[in-house]
């Protein structure tokens, strides 16, 4: 349902824009492109995150666990 309403709030979006000319819609197209680059670089840092912990759940070492949950951060050292 969610996933529905908010395909139709972006076909109402997109009707709006496309009324506005073909130069408007464009540019708000590069300008999402632009904007979604913008998140892969925290999207990749997530990743590692949840990676580095999950490998330090064998231990069962809740300080190791918190360490490797803030490594990627850049806050602990190696």
Do not use: C, H, K
């Given at each position: 349902?969610?996933?529905?309403?908010?395909?139709?709030?972006?076909?109402?979006?997109?009707?709006?824009?496309?009324?506005?000319?073909?130069?408007?819609?464009?540019?708000?197209?590069?300008?999402?492109?632009?904007?979604?680059?913008?998140?892969?670089?925290?999207f990749g840092f997530a990743v590692a995150a949840t990676t580095l912990v999950g490998q330090a759940l064998e231990p069962r070492s809740p300080k190791r666990r918190s360490r490797a949950a803030i490594r990627p951060t850049g806050w602990v050292p190696r």
């Open positions: 349902m969610e996933n529905l309403l908010f395909r139709i709030g972006n076909m109402a979006y997109v009707t709006v824009l496309a009324s506005l000319g073909v130069e408007a819609y464009a540019a708000n197209q590069v300008a999402i492109n632009a904007w979604s680059l913008s998140f892969m670089p925290g």
